[in-house]
């Protein structure tokens, strides 16, 4: 049993990417060690396939660079990507 409480698809839509991040680096640490130490068991591929589409919806690297683009060269971004819960976006 981890030490964490996994993410779902419920939860992840009432938190905004701020609190998403720490929690998705949490599990992804968890997942890393049961790939790498071969010890996946019967349904964990579901869990592992939720944890993934949160993270795709998530943590969009595109964004973020375009967000950063935006802030060095003194463009406005939207705020909300970043401060909004997801499910309020519409985005999960």
Not at 2 to 25: D, G, N, Q, V, Y
Not at 57 to 79: M, S
Request: net charge negative; proline share 7%; with cysteine.
């Amino acid at each position: 049993m981890p030490s964490f409480k996994r993410l779902t698809i419920a939860e992840a839509r009432t938190l905004t990417r701020a609190e998403l991040l720490p929690r998705i680096e949490e599990e992804q640490k968890y997942w890393y060690d049961r790939i790498h130490m071969c010890s996946m068991r019967p349904g964990d591929d579901k869990a592992f396939r939720t944890f993934n589409d949160i993270v795709h919806i998530a943590a969009n690297p595109h964004r973020a660079i375009h967000d950063t683009d935006a802030i060095a060269e003194g463009r406005p971004f939207d705020r909300d990507y970043w401060t909004k819960p997801l499910g309020e976006l519409g985005e999960l």
